[in-house]
């Protein structure tokens, strides 16, 4: 690849994001828009035409088969597809495949956009980082174009004007990571109804997804605007209605409790009324979608949010002389109360830090509980027995002793059996 140098790499930027400002200049508010960013699809017509793609289509009664490059449906939508890949073909197979009259127009070195009526298709044939999803230098690739401003940017139009937009990276990169960078972003819950940074639940699915499992689709509200289902809509919804929630009131002061548990359980229920519809296939999405979600809320509770725990306790009962380095993953975990437990490993903190975390495994795990009730279609949501269950759990962390590098055999037996009694596992090869 040619070497290119700051002031070209400005351009290419500025001309990426003023696709962005173009978009909102012309910004109809009765035209819905639908923004995909596909990194890392060259030669994967899939990747770069997703079945949801025409489960929008459907929404607004489109026929693939009557568009036209003069078709604009009535401006019912608009929809805006980046490929993003170093190695895309001359003509990407989705333009090839679908659009073979479409009008092209050249941007800049190696950066095409097709038009072809309601639909727009944008050819990045550069190598990419985004934050967290940084590429080696010493790789093949040499001339790499940071996303950071063009997500800004995207995020941003998208929150303030409803956009629909999908992002996923098909490089193996973990899509988590930047989903997680721009959750910090997004303040309302309610716009992780239509951005979505992460497919399947934000499931690290490789390089080589199959994007016909009803877990990469999405069920849609009725409402004119685009808006799906997503489990972390109803996940962050939970932690901000409970923000400002005393985490030792939560443990001490059972009415405090119980006031806590109807909030969880009321939009639980919200979520189990939608699982009731009678489109077979949307409830295959919805039950995918969470049992994706809640198997990785299980693993970072796990293999993370415990051993965290354990670290600290070994330190505080003078179990280790080294000085203790916590690594802290907050993914999937209530991030209000996760930003606190930062704060208090990087001041050193280790107590408190220890308290907080211990609320934290309580707190995520009562939600656990209720998606995995959900998903065995418990009639009785109202399972407050395992709220001791849990208790005896945080009773049995701060009474057992344990090694450096596990849990003893009585808190292991405690923590799979809480697994194996309710979560139903994502089988990869459905």
């Excluded at 590429?135 to 940017?153: C, D, G, H, R, V």
């Excluded at 701060?398 to 003893?408: F, M, R």
Aim: charged fraction near 20%.
């Amino acid at each position: 690849m040619n070497n290119i140098n700051n002031v070209q790499t400005f351009d290419i930027l500025k001309k990426l994001n003023t696709t962005i400002d173009n978009i909102e200049i012309k910004d109809n508010i009765k035209q819905q828009k639908l923004i995909y960013v596909a990194i890392g699809s060259a030669n994967n017509f899939e990747q770069q035409y997703p079945s949801f793609i025409n489960t929008v289509l459907n929404k607004y009664n489109i026929n693939m088969n009557e568009l036209n490059e003069m078709n604009d449906c009535n401006n019912k939508i608009d929809i805006h597809i980046y490929l993003i890949d170093p190695e895309m073909e001359s003509q990407p197979r989705v333009v090839k495949q679908l659009f073979k009259n479409a009008n092209k127009t050249i941007l800049c070195n190696k950066f095409t956009k097709y038009n072809y009526g309601i639909f727009n298709i944008y050819s990045f044939e550069y190598p990419v980082s985004y934050p967290g999803g940084e590429i080696n230098t010493n790789t093949y690739f040499k001339n790499i174009i940071s996303l950071l401003t063009f997500f800004n940017n995207l995020t941003n139009s998208a929150i303030k004007n409803d956009w629909f937009v999908v992002v996923q990276d098909y490089t193996g990169r973990d899509i988590n990571k930047l989903s997680l960078h721009y959750d910090k972003f997004i303040k309302q819950p309610e716009h992780l109804c239509h951005i979505i940074y992460g497919l399947g639940s934000r499931i690290n699915s490789g390089c080589f997804v199959k994007l016909s499992k009803p877990l990469y689709d999405f069920v849609l509200s009725k409402d004119d605007k685009i808006k799906v289902f997503n489990p972390y809509y109803h996940d962050y919804n939970i932690d901000y209605k409970l923000k400002d929630c005393k985490m030792k009131d939560f443990i001490t002061n059972t009415t405090y409790k119980n006031n806590v548990y109807k909030i969880l359980l009321h939009e639980m229920i919200n979520i189990s009324n939608q699982k009731r519809c009678n489109n077979l296939k949307n409830q295959e999405i919805i039950t995918q979608q969470i049992n994706a979600f809640i198997q990785q809320k299980y693993n970072v509770i796990k293999n993370n949010l415990t051993t965290s725990i354990r670290q600290i306790k070994l330190y505080l009962t003078n179990q280790t002389n080294t000085n203790v380095s916590i690594k802290f993953d907050c993914s999937y975990l209530n991030k209000y109360i996760s930003v606190q437990i930062k704060d208090l490993l990087n001041m050193n903190k280790f107590y408190d830090a220890y308290e907080q975390l211990k609320l934290l495994l309580l707190y995520e795990i009562i939600k656990y509980n209720l998606y995995t009730t959900i998903q065995l279609k418990t009639e009785n949501m109202n399972n407050i027995d395992s709220i001791n269950y849990i208790n005896k759990i945080i009773q049995t962390i701060d009474n057992e002793i344990c090694s450096v590098y596990n849990w003893s055999d009585k808190i292991k037996i405690l923590l799979n059996n809480f697994n194996n009694g309710n979560i139903i596992m994502l089988d990869n090869n459905q």
